[in-house]
């Protein structure tokens, strides 16, 4: 295991820039998430690290050593795909073994440490099987122990369970946070999967247009998103952005009188639905347009002074399409930001 440290790395295709200078250091042990929309540069960076993909600048270090002219081989990482790569001529044990075999391990070590990975992905039964006697999840796991089983410095993965149903993503999401922290590996992991991304990782690096927005950790990157973007990216359903003006260092909303970040000007506040409650008295209006019951709560869209708008409220709420509600939330809950950039108000 090792630092991972990315200073500066940009890349071009012709006039189409996939990533504008990614600066991003991952301590040893670590887990962290590129988390962003197709298209975003994440996959570019991972490619990048992976020595797969030549960066127009900037430098890549594992443990303090530039690696960024090395080939993939010599660079101590290992890397899972989205599509598994399992050798279908060779059993699991074989492939579980393949990157040790291929660089002359000793047989005691290689026998060592596919048993440690084959346990810590618990497929010992399945060593002596073909990938096509395998389900999809099964795969996985073994491209993942294939991974472990070199005791890589760093681990690289992009978007590997995406190929599974959303039963076993649930249940491979659990084994790998548990597995990789035993292995206490460090990892950069790719996914478009916000749940993937909060659900995993230590910390989060949330990118958009080819540059990194956001680093933190999941909790914070939900509750105090940098941007518009964030805010609306990640949470599900995403944070509403209603547009206010302050007066007098005051912003007014329906019945609620809230402290505004700045004397005079246009804002946008940051609110996510769940926040909200329906109250009796001393809240804003909010007209009901869509009701619509997902067991754990209900998600209503309506309006208020004009702008759309989301909120949660308990699934036994009787509330149909074109009610009105008085919705009011704690000013602790606020996130404000910039009407012209979209970037959140005393944000780094």
């Given at each position: 295991?090792?630092?991972?440290?990315?200073?500066g790395?940009?890349?071009?295709?012709?006039?189409?820039?996939?990533?504008?200078?990614a600066?991003?250091?991952?301590?040893d042990g670590?887990?962290v998430?590129?988390?962003?929309p197709?298209?975003?540069?994440k996959?570019?960076?991972?490619r990048?690290?992976?020595?797969?993909?030549?960066?127009?600048?900037?430098?890549?270090?594992?443990?303090?050593r530039?690696?960024?002219?090395l080939?993939?081989r010599?660079?101590?990482?290992a890397?899972?795909f989205?599509?598994?790569?399992?050798?279908?001529?060779?059993t699991?044990g074989e492939?579980?073994?393949?990157?040790l075999?291929?660089a002359?391990?000793?047989?005691?070590?290689?026998?060592?440490?596919?048993?440690?990975?084959?346990?810590?992905?618990?497929?010992?039964?399945?060593?002596?099987?073909?990938?096509?006697q395998?389900?999809?999840?099964?795969?996985q796991?073994?491209a993942?122990?294939?991974?472990?089983?070199?005791?890589?410095?760093?681990?690289?993965?992009?978007?590997?369970?995406?190929?599974?149903?959303a039963?076993?993503?649930?249940?491979?999401?659990?084994?790998?946070?548990?597995?990789?922290?035993?292995?206490?590996?460090?990892?950069?992991?790719?996914?478009?999967?916000?749940?993937?991304?909060?659900?995993?990782?230590?910390?989060?690096?949330?990118?958009?247009e080819?540059?990194?927005?956001q680093?933190?950790?999941?909790?914070d990157?939900?509750?105090?998103?940098?941007?518009?973007?964030?805010?609306?990216f990640?949470g599900?359903?995403?944070?509403?952005?209603?547009?206010v003006?302050a007066v007098?260092?005051?912003?007014r909303?329906?019945a609620?009188?809230?402290?505004?970040?700045?004397?005079?000007?246009?804002?946008?506040?940051?609110?996510?639905?769940?926040?909200?409650a329906?109250?009796?008295?001393?809240?804003?209006?909010?007209?009901?347009?869509?009701?619509?019951p997902?067991g754990?709560?209900?998600?209503?869209?309506?309006?208020?002074?004009?702008?759309r708008?989301?909120?949660?409220?308990p699934?036994?709420?009787?509330v149909v399409?074109?009610?009105?509600l008085l919705?009011?939330?704690?000013?602790?809950?606020?996130?404000?930001?910039?009407?012209?950039?979209?970037?959140?108000?005393?944000?780094?």
């Amino acid at each position: 295991m090792a630092e991972l440290l990315i200073e500066g790395v940009a890349k071009s295709f012709g006039p189409v820039v996939a990533l504008a200078e990614a600066t991003l250091a991952i301590g040893d042990g670590e887990f962290v998430a590129l988390l962003g929309p197709s298209g975003c540069g994440k996959t570019t960076l991972l490619r990048i690290v992976a020595g797969l993909e030549e960066a127009n600048c900037g430098q890549v270090l594992i443990g303090g050593r530039d690696v960024s002219a090395l080939p993939p081989r010599a660079r101590g990482l290992a890397m899972v795909f989205q599509n598994y790569a399992v050798f279908p001529h060779m059993t699991v044990g074989e492939n579980v073994a393949f990157g040790l075999a291929m660089a002359r391990a000793p047989a005691a070590r290689i026998a060592k440490q596919v048993a440690r990975a084959a346990s810590l992905m618990q497929i010992e039964t399945l060593l002596g099987r073909y990938p096509a006697q395998l389900s999809g999840g099964q795969r996985q796991r073994v491209a993942v122990a294939r991974a472990l089983a070199v005791e890589p410095a760093v681990l690289l993965m992009d978007e590997p369970l995406s190929n599974l149903d959303a039963l076993l993503r649930l249940e491979m999401r659990a084994e790998l946070k548990a597995v990789l922290r035993e292995a206490g590996t460090t990892t950069l992991y790719v996914t478009h999967d916000q749940t993937e991304a909060m659900g995993l990782a230590d910390r989060v690096a949330v990118m958009h247009e080819g540059r990194i927005v956001q680093i933190a950790a999941p909790s914070d990157v939900y509750r105090r998103p940098a941007s518009v973007f964030v805010g609306g990216f990640v949470g599900n359903p995403p944070m509403n952005f209603l547009r206010v003006a302050a007066v007098s260092g005051e912003v007014r909303l329906g019945a609620l009188r809230l402290s505004a970040p700045m004397e005079e000007g246009g804002l946008l506040l940051g609110i996510r639905p769940e926040q909200l409650a329906v109250v009796e008295t001393g809240g804003f209006l909010f007209r009901v347009a869509v009701a619509e019951p997902l067991g754990t709560h209900l998600l209503l869209t309506g309006e208020t002074g004009g702008q759309r708008m989301r909120a949660v409220v308990p699934p036994d709420a009787t509330v149909v399409a074109g009610a009105e509600l008085l919705l009011a939330f704690d000013p602790a809950a606020i996130r404000w930001m910039d009407a012209a950039s979209g970037r959140a108000i005393g944000a780094a």
